[in-house]
T-cell receptor
Framework: DADVTQTPRNRITKTGKRIMLECSQT?????MYWYRQDPGLGLRLIYYSFDVKDINKGEISDGYSVSRQAQAKFSLSLESAIPNQTALYFC?????????????FGDGTRLSIL | GESVGLHLPTLSVQEGDNSIINCAYS??????FIWYKQESGKGPQFIID?????DKRQGQRVTVLLNKTVKHLSLQIAATQPGDSAVYFCAENMSNFNKFYFGSGTKLNVKP
């Protein structure tokens, strides 16, 4: 079973629709992240959370919102989807132990907005 | 099809040869670095990491070299196998900020 699970894996929707992407983890990590990946570009951070009550904007948060419902769950919402939000979206987690820990990724959600 | 690999530098190697993938990082204050492997339809998978107090670190068939003087990181894969075909990218982090910055990646093609 995957440690970081994203749902749905694929989604096609129309401009203006509200969309929620879900992420759940069984790793017991406190820190969770949402990234988007576009062709030829590195992963870009949308939002991150270091604890259930902690939410922080990343470099490209406009047009997105998040909710950290529990330690294991972190959801990403597009309130009114637009075509340039078509991308691969990844959720990641990391441990707080020590100052440097790798991030562990889910297998992504491919989102297409028509 | 897989769109992640479009417009990326590509390295083609023969099965059994060694591969070297390079990465130039941007911030001289970065103190932690990771190499990830991303296969088609999958999320990035951790391969190996290195901290700035080291120049070299070895794993199973992989070695990471860090040159802080020129802000350069490389990943060496020994005896490359078809299963190594993927996009590889580096990530840098400043521990004070707890956020990673990711390179765009290199696509490795292993020819049988």
């Amino acid at each position: 079973d995957a440690d970081v699970t994203q749902t749905p894996r694929n989604r096609i929707t129309k401009t203006g629709k509200r969309i929620m992407l879900e992420c759940s983890q069984t790793k017991g990590h406190d820190r969770m992240y949402w990234y988007r990946q576009d062709p030829g570009l590195g992963l870009r951070l949308i939002y991150y959370s270091f604890d259930v009550k902690d939410i922080n904007k990343g470099e490209i948060s406009d047009g997105y919102s998040v909710s950290r419902q529990a330690q294991a769950k972190f959801s990403l919402s597009l309130e009114s989807a637009i075509p340039n939000q078509t991308a691969l979206y990844f959720c990641a987690t990391s441990d707080v132990t020590g100052s440097n820990q790798p991030q562990h990724f889910g297998d992504g959600t491919r989102l297409s907005i028509l | 099809g897989e769109s992640v690999g479009l417009h990326l530098p590509t390295l083609s190697v023969q099965e059994g040869d060694n591969s070297i993938i390079n990465c130039a990082y941007s911030n001289s204050a970065s103190d932690y670095f990771i190499w990830y492997k991303q296969e088609s339809g999958k999320g990035p998978q951790f391969i190996i990491d290195i901290r700035s107090n080291m120049d070299k670190r070895q794993g199973q068939r992989v070695t990471v070299l860090l040159n802080k003087t020129v802000k350069h990181l490389s990943l060496q894969i020994a005896a490359t196998q078809p299963g190594d075909s993927a996009v590889y990218f580096c990530a840098e982090n400043m521990s004070n900020f707890n956020k990673f910055y990711f390179g765009s990646g290199t696509k490795l093609n292993v020819k049988p």
